[in-house]
């Protein structure tokens, strides 16, 4: 069930045919997974939207893909995504996670959550010695 | 501000001081940060908490200690808790994260934020093919 | 699946009964939407939960329909609440939401996400000028 | 810093002068917290957040008042609502919370926390027998 | 969907089957609900998180069974976990939770929600008559 | 206190120096929030969220500038970033959103938030009517 209708032909419209084929030639696949197919519904916000991941997700950077993945993982749980949580685990598998990292990840998630909450609560003072504000 | 006092000479308990020296020695250094002084107002809850953290965090594991590190800080943006922000930021920092991953770990960070909200927008059904289920 | 049961004939409680006739006649319509009937399992929680959304979402105010569906829209979104998601989107959309406002509105609430994420990571401190305390 | 100013005489208002004098004769104390002084800014918000807070926290219940407040301070810390984490906190304590239940309560709320994005991730199926939607 | 595989027959692995036995002898009941049989992907963590949920939840503390499983509800709502609500509700009910106890702590929890909101967007300072760092 | 140091003399540099140049023609003022300031320790994240921030809320769009402002406030008290609300708060009121309709908007957000835990604790299926799948 989707706020949107899932668009019938949408590369008929030739601003989504290009992301598209910028999409399929990235990753080197056919697939086009759901989101893309459902942001068709606004062509210029599923060009946006396609572009920033890119950039950030697929162009080199300090950090390799696999960490990358991992990263947008926690983020995407940490945010409650059920979609992203997917997508995302599946990338991470897909760019190298294999089994004993994927628990570990999940270890790192729920260890920091619950220190989230415990500081949350306690309100302490930042130690002055974390400050970066003048160094 | 906080909502447990400041301990005044903590190690004065023999279970705090236990945790403490353990602190000190596991991470070879003897800067005790403030979690863990306002923590000893209820020693046992110190010690679960240093102990997991320490398993998780401080033991060899599948992921490298930086990239937990990361994923720590990745969790603790998107639970908006302050001082694991920086306590976490300083730990990446500390076991080797310079400028350049941070900036990039800010990017995939932001990048999944936006995302999330987007598919938590759209509500569209997820892939089968992310489906481990009957794998 | 539901925490709650669905009640098989809520309106042979009075009090129920006074609530959904108050939807009924307030909304101009027969359409009682499940939230309701779910609810109807403690009826003064009904009650006092449709009083407060009617005084807020159905009574005149500064902000016109429209506009304060589309905020609602927003915080469910970054609550992560699939029904509110649903219901406030399709009452956006009956307040005269069309399609080019809906994808703005996604655009708005994705881009803060990803602001919201970067500020809570950098933890800068708010601009004096952005002080209101003693205008 | 508050996005409102300090109102400098609010019970100069006689809307504002009713609530407080209610909430001085609900609490049988003198001290008014700053969140009704600000909230002052509209008497009508006020108003109305006052006698929803007091309805659900100072009227006889089925839980007592003590649970409620550690309730409160259980979703004030999940949501990151620093004002709310201490007035709740102190209110808990005010009604009884002594340091051994309030290190009880914490980690309760951690340990949910941590359970809470492990199963986020995991994203599996809720077990039918948690079904009431038929009972 | 998951993102782990249901395993075929986890107690084929002694960790597993040691968990799982103490579930059942923990409970007094032969039910094992799914989250402990996917983890079962990982017995290392399905081991720990037990353990970590079975001292805090099931052993004797200053907060009594059924007042923790409306707390673990709580933070369980607000961080949007859908199985944990349904998992814990059920846990709550098991343990005495009658249904007018059940829409109060859904009226303290939105409440609280309620409030919550307010004070992050005023922003305002916290009473300096809350502080208990220099107790 | 912020994870990064507050730049010297940012404008040193000519990403930098070009990106606050277009701050000031955009805005029609010559005041940088420290937003940016801090953000230039990494100049393209500096570029790339300017340009973000920028497309969306400074150009023409379906939505106008003070109720897209508004959303970001919401967004941004959902998320608990104290920056983004003292930021945004303030454009909006530079954009002409008065105190009533400030009011208001802290109105619609706290009862949305209501809704959300009450919807979330709940967990009732969506109303089939709300469906925009297939349309």
Redesign the interface.
Known sequence: ??????QENPESDPLVRQVFDDIRATRGSD?I???WK??A??P??LK??WE??K???AEP???DPK??E?????????????????????AARAKGM??????????????????????????????????????
């Open positions: 069930m989707s706020t949107v209708p899932l697939f997974n759901l989101l459902y942001l519904f606004d210029p916000l946006q939207t920033d991941v950039s950030v997700m950077s300090a950090l960490t990358k991992m990263i947008y993982v926690a983020v995407s749980i940490a945010n409650s995504c059920r979609y992203c949580v997917h997508s995302h685990t599946a294999d089994d004993e990292e994927y628990a570990d990840l999940l270890r790192v998630i729920s260890t920091a959550s619950r220190t989230n909450a415990l500081l949350n609560g306690l309100q302490i003072p930042v130690d002055p010695e974390f400050n970066r504000e003048n160094d």
